[in-house]
């Protein structure tokens, strides 16, 4: 019989974002996709978004975000025992950005790995990292979400061209003496995986001598629309009944910043009450995929630093079709202001 000595619970401790310093409005773009400000605005609530310099790399804006996490967290990233990326956009196949990154960060023996989970890959990382924490695996996790979509976007597709955008953020997730994140709830419906596509294949394009170009996202807007609000809204409630809580308890819903339509339905569904304060960081920031969530929170906590210490519903969910999501306990309030 293998004896093990039990972890502890588990909380987030810091979060830190890092947004590329461009803006590109509407404006930029619509000429482009023969499009309007004010349709862009009405489809998906997005006035402008963020897209990194030409020599701004994943880990550019990865290293930022950890460093930013954690300071707010107090913690050296000696103290790091785990780094999880969470990208579909690092543009080699290995070795990984985690290991990249802790190199970068001055810690190079942590355990360090990628995962692929597209939107939904900082969620899963969340309930990686508390299960690691909980078992005694590690005792001080990173998790980053990071993305540079930019260079996965055809400029002059019409369904995708104004959604996407680039950025990174990043949370220290380490011990606790109470439960500050709930059960992770997630799935997939990888039958309608056709959904959200990254294409052609890097197959396809070394078969057509094309490897100067990248592939590029696609997706069937209508048939996400519609997972989303509907599917999502149940593993939503499922996430707040797993914690043991009901929607009031909530203090912010944060899930990935794909679309306002979508967060204010799946709102509606779920039943969030007024009280509860919901992200809507695509206004400003796009949909930046594994980024998205832990941008939200950061700019959520720079803008109501009440917020600090309350429970808060996390969702995500994207290209497989794939899911995550779970209840946490924000962080405390850091003993410097943030700053996004």
């Not at 700019?299 to 519903?313: E, F, I, N, V």
Request: negative net charge; proline residues 6%.
């Amino acid at each position: 019989m293998i004896r093990v000595k039990k972890g502890t619970d588990s909380r987030i401790l810091g979060v830190g974002g890092y947004q590329p310093s461009r803006i590109v409005p509407n404006s930029e773009i619509v000429d482009r996709i023969d499009s309007t400000d004010e349709w862009i605005r009405q489809r998906t609530g997005i006035e402008e978004r963020r897209f990194a310099a030409t020599d701004e790399t994943i880990l550019d804006m990865a290293e930022a975000a950890c460093r930013q996490a954690l300071e707010r967290a107090n913690i050296s990233i000696n103290e790091i025992d785990t780094v999880i990326v969470a990208t579909i956009t690092y543009p080699y196949q290995a070795p990984s950005a985690a290991t990249a990154l802790i190199a970068r960060l001055g810690n190079p023996k942590a355990a360090a790995f990628d995962i692929n989970a597209a939107c939904a890959g900082f969620c899963y990382g969340v309930g990686m990292a508390s299960d690691f924490i909980r078992s005694g695996t590690s005792r001080h996790v990173l998790v980053v979400g990071v993305e540079k979509l930019s260079d996965f976007t055809d400029p002059q597709d019409r369904a995708t061209a104004f959604i996407f955008a680039d950025g990174a953020g990043a949370v220290v997730i380490g011990p606790s003496d109470y439960p500050g994140i709930g059960p992770t709830v997630w799935g997939s419906d990888a039958d309608s995986r056709d959904a959200i596509l990254m294409e052609p294949s890097w197959n396809e394009l070394r078969e057509e001598n094309s490897l100067e170009r990248w592939p590029n996202i696609s997706q069937q807007g209508q048939a996400v629309f519609r997972w989303a609000v509907f599917s999502m809204s149940k593993a939503g409630l499922r996430a707040i009944e797993a914690a043991g809580i009901t929607p009031a308890d909530l203090a912010a819903f944060i899930p990935h910043q794909a679309n306002v339509r979508i967060i204010e339905s799946m709102a509606r569904e779920i039943g969030i009450p007024d009280s509860v304060v919901i992200a809507k960081d695509i206004r400003t920031s796009g949909n930046t995929s594994a980024a998205s969530v832990p941008l939200a929170m950061s700019a959520l906590l720079k803008d109501r630093p009440d917020l600090h210490g309350g429970l808060a519903l996390l969702i995500g969910y994207g290209a497989g079709l794939v899911f995550a999501g779970q209840v946490v306990e924000l962080p405390p309030k850091p003993s410097s202001p943030p700053t996004k």
